[in-house]
């Protein structure tokens, strides 16, 4: 199984990654998550028919596929428009799931195209194509939903089992690293030219400019709705001069609140010295987190604790478990879309909570070991 993603903002990613990892941990089913970018798609038509194709595609702009899938739909439509009437995908057997937003007239019209023109090209769509709602917060509950309905029909088509107990396949590497030279250690910066003070690149994205809040004050407020007025200052940028333009994006750049970050601390067993970390990935891929970096550093700018851990980690975290009761408790929260839902979910815990006695008692520090310390650090890392 090859999961496709295409994305602006990374969300795509998250999931298809998530739903390759679900596919092999409690399905033994081999996955891998690729960038639609990265795949021949002149050879679509070659895709072996023993594989399966999921797509998880977002929908951008004005109804515009993103800029990793842009060159995937100019090679489907030369495909349309050089066949007659020949089912040239025949083969291809696949799966897709949209990320849209209701609110916006385009709503998921990426995933739709994507759909119609396999469609149209002979391909065997296995499971109806999932669409998630931004508009409602729901895009993760939806793409639950729907993997689920996935992983049903092929339990089926390929006569698997679910593993009680998922398998635990470590991605990356913490290091302790006392070498490191303290100027060169990331407490927070976005990226090298922010540590360093040299800023010799254009603003975007990735080298972002750090505007503070010069003003903010209320509009108006309503019953079920209100509006803020804020001004940024976006002068000081020593490489160039800066103006806003019709369109032109702002985001937040938000930290962790101590207690989230404290209660992670504790879960890690990281109280103490906060030590000097390198971060190595074990499977080549990209680590969203800078390094050197600290441990609490990590938590408190880097990662997305605050957040519900997906399904994924959880039905990995039992065999990590101190005792059975702890054990038990885990399985039952992941067992189900709809316990996962109930019980974390709906109940807004962290990954953070799910480790904590309060919550529900699961992994302790001085109980979990090495090995349970190692799952949630690397949890954090795949889920940021």
């Known amino acids: 199984m090859v999961v496709f993603w295409g994305t602006q903002s990374g969300s795509a990613k998250t999931l298809a990654k998530s739903l390759a990892r679900e596919a092999l941990a409690r399905w033994n089913i081999k996955a891998m998550a690729a960038d639609l970018d990265d795949y021949d798609h002149p050879h679509l038509e070659q895709f072996p028919k023993s594989k399966i194709a999921i ?37 291809l057997r696949y799966a897709a799931f949209g990320l849209g937003n209701r609110n916006y007239a385009h709503y998921n019209k990426v995933i739709d195209a994507l759909d119609e023109s396999l469609q149209l090209l002979g391909a065997q769509r296995l499971v109806e194509t999932g669409k998630g709602d931004e508009s409602t917060n729901s895009t993760h509950q939806d793409f639950a939903q729907w993997s689920r309905k996935l992983f049903d029909f092929l ?49 975007d994205q990735n080298n972002p400019h750090r505007a503070p809040v010069t003003e903010s004050r209320q509009l108006f407020t309503s019953s079920t709705r209100h509006c803020l007025h804020f001004e940024f200052d976006i002068n000081g940028f020593p490489s160039q001069e800066m103006s806003y333009e019709t369109g032109d994006h702002l985001a937040v750049w938000p930290c962790n609140p101590t207690d989230e970050v404290d209660r992670m601390v504790h879960a890690l067993g990281a109280e103490g010295k906060d030590e000097i970390i390198d971060i190595v990935s074990l499977d080549g891929d990209a680590i969203p987190i800078p390094s050197p970096t600290t441990k609490h550093t990590a938590l408190r700018f880097y990662l997305e604790i605050c957040g519900a851990p997906t399904r994924d980690i959880l039905a990995i ?68």
């Not at 962290?350 to 904590?356: A, F, M, Q, T």
């Open 55 to 91: 797509f998880v595609l977002a929908t951008y702009g004005e109804g515009d596929p993103p800029d990793n899938a842009l060159d995937f739909f100019s090679a489907l439509n030369q495909l349309k428009c050089g066949q007659q009437n020949e089912k040239i995908l025949e083969n």
């Open 155 to 203: 339990a089926k088509d390929l006569n698997l089992n679910e593993n009680t107990t998922s398998r635990y396949v470590p991605t990356i590497e913490v290091k302790v690293n006392p070498q490191a030279r303290p100027t060169m250690v990331y407490r927070g910066e976005h990226n090298k030219d922010h540590l360093t003070g040299r800023f010799n690149r254009l603003v």
């Open 317 to 384: 975290m039992p065999q990590f478990a101190p005792t059975e009761k702890a054990a038990k408790v885990l399985a039952e929260m992941s067992q189900s879309p709809e316990s996962f839902q109930s019980k974390v979910t709906d109940c807004c815990l962290s990954l953070g909570k799910v480790n904590h006695p309060r919550f529900s008692l699961t992994i302790a520090p001085a109980e979990g070991g090495s090995n349970a310390r190692r799952l949630v650090k690397d949890s954090l890392l795949l889920h940021d």
